[in-house]
């Protein structure tokens, strides 16, 4: 079926203008419609039972979902509740729900190869910059419609390997994240207050936790008419599109062709590489996605350079920052040490809040994400490292993991001037109505 709707359009398309992507949508979704229906009419001469108009449209469906969108996948992206994909090959699917354990799903495709082919099909369609995937390109990092994260491995591995990952909370505030359990108030009110008062603030945790989620919520924060800039590897943060901000300046890493010209890729442009140009734009703010590798380097210089400054980074804990942002400086920071890394760091983040993530889905409880730590950086300390201040924390109790009040901030001051009233850090137990509803409690987390 799609060989014969490719055949038709190809004919329809001869001698025409090159047409955008939603006319060629458009003009294809008429052609399967009505290649489906001449097929449903030979179908039931020759049968003698017409097919019903549901089976028409979802063959209409399959085919256009082959053609234009993600084939057998596209129902698991279209799928709200479905947190991430994993493709172990074709016939090894699993998807995570909310608040489900792992399940696997059908083949989503019918050899590896018939995989790899809508995995490139895909990767032609991706509109950021070119992105392949080939035996000289044996990895693929793109987004899909909707924001969607994309990693392919192939080639080093024995059959394709994919995972997808969707962000919870496309659209988030600082009240969404109170609604969800992940702040309370009383955090809300001096994360607000923080973004306000321009503080350098980078988000860890581990993977799946929702760091991206706050990060967005924080930015939500930042008055409208502010020029803010945003660097990933690949776009995740959709700030340019959320509306809130009237002054976003999107920059994505471009990845090179594949052909290597002194030892990299032909074309390649690093987030190190546009940083310069980023910061002639006039920018109040710049927002580094999620610092995973190399993009260390402009992050560290985003927020040293005397503008605002926010980005993400996966940590175990938020005590493990300073040696994490050492360990990635020595591996793409040209000549930093340990001890200039760690200078670099307490003279250019001033707080790191931490997620932390609870799934309790196979004993059937919930999955909980929740900032669990607030640390301000108050400059260098002993050996080097970088002196930190638990503003807040797990209560000393042990009976509430989420982050509560603990020690005043250095920065309480700064805080003050816009708007924040101290007093709400008296409640030693925050404003949380009551502790986590956590089926295993008090032992070590």
């Known amino acids: 079926m799609r060989k014969l709707v490719a055949d038709e359009l190809h004919e329809q398309s001869s001698g025409d203008t090159p047409a955008d992507q939603e006319t060629r949508r458009q003009r294809g979704r008429a052609v399967i419609e009505s290649v489906v229906a001449r097929w449903s009419d030979a179908y039931a001469q020759t049968h003698g039972l017409s097919p019903t108009r549901e089976m028409d449209r979802a063959l209409a469906d399959a085919v256009f979902d082959l053609m234009y969108r993600a084939g057998r996948l596209q129902p698991y992206l279209d799928d709200e509740q479905v947190e991430d994909i994993y493709i172990n090959g074709c016939d090894n699917v699993s ?66 390997y994919v995972t997808i990952r969707r962000h919870r909370v496309a659209s988030a505030t600082l ?44 930015a939500a924060e930042i008055p409208a008419e502010e020029r803010v800039a945003t660097m990933e590897s690949e776009y995740e943060l959709w700030l340019h599109t959320l509306g809130h901000l009237r002054q976003v300046v999107p920059i994505e890493e471009r990845q090179g062709n594949g052909e290597r010209i002194d030892g990299r890729p032909s074309g390649e442009l690093t987030l190190t590489e546009l940083m310069p140009a ?29 503008v605002g400054g926010m980005a993400t980074m996966h940590a175990q804990t938020p005590y493990m920052v300073p040696d994490r942002i050492a360990q990635l400086c020595a591996e793409y920071g040209a000549n930093i040490n340990d001890g200039l890394a760690y200078r670099l760091l307490a003279n250019g983040v001033h707080l790191i809040v931490h997620m932390s993530l609870i799934d309790e889905t196979p004993i059937g409880g919930r999955m909980h994400r929740f900032v669990s730590h607030v640390l301000e950086l108050t400059g260098i300390g002993e050996n080097g490292r970088p002196s930190v201040n638990t503003v807040f924390g797990p209560h000393r109790g042990g009976l509430e993991p989420r982050a509560v009040p603990n020690t005043p901030p250095a920065c309480l001051d700064d805080l003050r001037r816009v708007g924040f009233d101290p007093a709400l850090l008296d409640n030693p137990y925050g404003s949380w109505g009551r502790p986590l509803d956590l089926r295993v409690t008090g032992g070590r987390r």
């Open 95 to 160: 998807v995570l729900r909310s608040n489900e354990p792992l399940r696997q799903v059908p083949p989503i495709a019918d050899s590896d190869e018939e995989l790899v082919e809508l995995l490139q099909d895909l990767a032609r369609r991706h509109g950021g910059g070119e992105r392949s995937l080939s035996t000289s390109s044996p990895t693929l990092a793109m987004r899909l419609d909707g924001g969607m994260r994309v990693q392919v491995l192939t080639g080093v591995t024995p059959r394709p």
């Open 175 to 218: 009240g969404d994240m109170v609604r969800l359990g992940s702040v309370d108030s009383t955090l809300a009110a001096f994360l607000a207050a923080s973004i306000r008062a321009r503080k350098h603030i980078l988000v860890t945790g581990v993977q799946r936790a929702g760091k991206t989620s706050l990060l967005r919520a924080l």
């Open 278 to 306: 980023a910061l002639r734009m006039s920018l109040s703010r710049i927002i580094v996605g999620e610092v995973r590798s190399r993009e260390v380097m402009p992050m560290l210089q985003a927020m040293t350079n005397g």
